[in-house]
Structures are given as C-alpha cells and as structure tokens.
C-alpha cells in the first residue's frame, strides 16, 4: 500500500488521556456521530480522521508499547486487554474499529475474542498482508460482525474511501 499523505487535523479535534489497562493513553477525538475507533499509524491516522470525522465520532488512541510473553510473543493478547479497557475508559458499547499497519492483526484476534463488542471492523491490511477488498461477513465465525478487509495493493487514499463507504453502509 503506498503510504498515506500526512494531512492537517480537523479543527475540532481534541487530544485527551484514557486510562486503559493501567496505561495512560494519549487520544484524538475528532467529529460528530456513531463512534469509530482508529488503531493506526499516525500517517494513517491523519488520512483517515478527516475523512471518517465527517459522518462519524473518530477516536484515534495511541497503541502503547504492549508486553509480550513467551505465550504470547506477538501481545495481541496484551492488545485485546488494553483495547477492551479503552472501550470501557471511553465509555464506548459497540463502535466500529479501524486497523491499520501493525495493529491489523491484533484488532482481527479483538474482533475474534470480543464480536459483539464491534459494529463493524475495517482492515487496511499491507502489502505483505494481501487480502481481497471484500466483505467477509460471517466467513470468520462471527456472524454478527461486519468485516470489510482492503487490499494492499490499494492506494491509500481509495483504501481510506473505501473504509468510509464501508462504514457508512454504502458497500
């Protein structure tokens, strides 16, 4: 996926702390709506909160560094935990989540462990990572998820409007 282009913050964003997991986690908070939630990188995050704040309530946590185990040497478990605790932190019952780079596959094993805790889940999967750009409702074990994965070789701006339709139930 190439990469995003950096954009300016919408004028109404905020940036706040959530203790989550025993964790003081920095956030943006950005729009008006139903709450999405954006795991990304902060190039992604800038390309998505503008275009996801204008139909919807964007909260965009910064993922701390997470501790690994021998059982679990990739922290996705660690992730869960921390992103479960966000939710609660924030006072969030079921937004959507939108993943990006690193966090894609830790918010796929969230979106696993904790369905009904999701609206719908959006994966801006890289180019290693090369997925189909589908919906892929119930092909996962979670029938009451809506999944939309974008494909790497997307540009990031069509993955980042897609993500939107997706969300705004238009594909």
């Given at each position: 996926m190439s990469e995003p282009t950096?954009?300016?913050l919408p004028s109404d964003s905020i940036r706040?702390?959530?203790h989550a997991a025993g964790v003081a986690t920095p956030y943006l908070r950005t729009g008006r709506g139903a709450p999405v939630v954006l795991v990304a990188g902060q190039e992604w995050t800038r390309l998505l909160l503008p275009l996801l704040a204008g139909g919807r309530s964007v909260l965009a946590p910064e993922v701390p560094a997470l501790p690994t185990s021998a059982t679990d040497p990739s922290g996705?478990?660690?992730?869960c935990r921390w992103l479960r605790a966000v939710f609660e932190g924030l006072g969030l019952e079921r937004p959507a989540l939108v993943a990006a780079g690193g966090a894609v596959t830790a918010a796929l094993a969230f979106a696993l462990l904790e369905e009904d805790r999701l609206?719908?889940?959006v994966l801006l999967a890289a180019a290693a990572e090369e997925a189909d750009d589908r919906e892929l409702d119930g092909r996962l074990g979670c029938p009451s998820l809506r999944l939309r994965a974008v494909a790497g070789g997307a540009e990031a701006r069509v993955a980042a409007e897609a993500a939107v339709r997706?969300?705004?139930g238009g594909d």
């Open positions: 950096p954009r300016a706040a702390v959530v996705r478990v660690a992730f609206e719908r889940l997706f969300l705004a």
